[in-house]
């Protein structure tokens, strides 16, 4: 792997298979009553995010510590951000702190590229979710999650549903997947596909009930209203009628298919609760997956390795 993971697209097959590989082996430590190994004792990982998180940043800090690395959580909320410093004046802080590894999430897509080539740091960074860019570790958890239900992904279908344009989730999916062999269709209104989709080597639709029979996997999005500066179309009431996955929707579904969500979600807009509750969503699986991936991710990019010693020395 590269120094840095900043972009689905800095993942070749090889280098994705040997994380999804290496987070398996990872993923049994949470059946151990000592859940800990000390592969990274004595390395710091921060993390920095500007915008708000629940599942990505607890599961960076528990992959972190379950490696026993050292960790130093950063808020935008409550520190000198408030008071104007820069990204470059944040950064060399971290940096006099001795960061090995920085986590970072900023609303400004392209951020984690500036922290990684601009000098600032010199340890290795990670997107953790710029703007509407990319989110490459929540691709790999939900790359990880279909290879433990379905085997090889070559030729598997996803279907990818919502809001595409400020979706960060769905571009890092589409181009991970692509590379993993799936065939990936997106699946939003209009108005929600951003300029360029066409380059992006999937396909598109407008109509969720043509997809759906066919789909291997069904992945649905939130619909990102806070990115949204006017009022957006269609109307909340039409989105989920046209888009939603509901009860009735989802019995069209292969008995094989999975529902998943890459959270937050709003139940009753993009998804009714009676499937996030069903037996076919693994959205709580995708959490606990999470934490297996980002350990991976941590310990592929500062140990160097390609197996994980002392995986059978946990303390
Ligand atoms: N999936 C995801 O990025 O969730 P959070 O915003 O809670 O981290």
Same mark, same amino acid.
């Given at each position: 792997m590269k120094r840095h993971l900043l972009s689905a697209a800095d993942l070749t097959r090889d280098d994705a298979e040997l994380v999804l590989r290496t987070a398996e082996e990872l993923r049994s430590l949470a059946d151990r009553p000592i859940k800990k190994l000390p592969a990274l004792r004595g390395r710091t990982v921060v993390n920095l995010f500007f915008e708000d998180s629940t599942r990505t940043r607890i599961s960076f800090e528990a992959a972190a510590k379950r490696l026993s690395a050292d960790v130093i959580n950063f808020s935008a909320k409550g520190s000198s951000l408030s008071k104007g410093e820069?990204?470059?004046?944040?950064? $060399?802080?971290?940096?006099?702190?001795?960061?090995?590894?920085?986590?970072?999430?900023?609303?400004?897509?392209?951020?984690?590229?500036?922290?990684?080539h601009s000098g600032w740091v010199r340890s290795s960074v990670v997107n953790a979710g710029d703007g509407t860019h990319e989110h490459p570790t929540q691709a790999l958890l939900d790359a990880f999650t279909m290879w433990r239900h379905l085997g090889s992904l070559d030729g598997r279908r996803v279907a990818i549903v919502g809001d595409? /344009?400020?979706?960060?989730?769905?571009?890092?999916?589409?181009? $991970? $997947?692509?590379? $993993?062999?799936?065939?990936v269709t997106l699946v939003a209104p209009p108005t929600l596909f951003p300029? &360029? !989709?066409?380059?992006? &080597?999937?396909?598109?639709?407008?109509? /969720?009930?043509?997809?759906?029979?066919k789909a291997d996997v069904?992945?649905? /999005?939130?619909?990102?209203? %806070?990115?949204?500066?006017?009022?957006?179309?269609?109307?909340?009431? %039409?989105?989920?009628?046209?888009?939603?996955?509901?009860?009735?929707?989802?019995?069209?579904?292969?008995?094989?298919? !999975?529902?998943?969500?890459?959270?937050?979600?709003?139940?009753?807009? %993009? !998804?009714t609760a009676d499937v996030a509750d069903s037996d076919r969503s693994v959205i709580v699986e995708q959490v606990t997956n999470g934490v297996a991936v980002r350990m991976a991710v941590l310990y592929l990019l500062?140990?160097?390795? %390609?197996?994980?010693?002392?995986?059978?020395?946990?303390e």
């Open positions: 820069s990204l470059k004046d944040t950064a $060399l802080t971290l940096e006099a702190m001795g960061a090995d590894a920085v986590v970072v999430r900023h609303g400004a897509s392209g951020a984690p590229h500036r922290l990684a595409v /344009l400020h979706s960060r989730v769905a571009r890092s999916n589409a181009l $991970l $997947l692509h590379t $993993l062999g799936a065939e300029v &360029g !989709i066409d380059t992006w &080597g999937v396909e598109t639709s407008y109509d /969720l009930d043509a997809v759906l029979p069904v992945m649905m /999005l939130r619909v990102q209203r %806070e990115r949204m500066n006017a009022s957006f179309f269609p109307t909340a009431r %039409e989105y989920s009628r046209r888009y939603g996955l509901d009860g009735k929707r989802m019995r069209t579904l292969q008995d094989h298919t !999975i529902v998943m969500h890459p959270g937050p979600m709003v139940r009753g807009m %993009e !998804i500062l140990s160097g390795a %390609e197996g994980v010693a002392g995986a059978d020395e946990s």
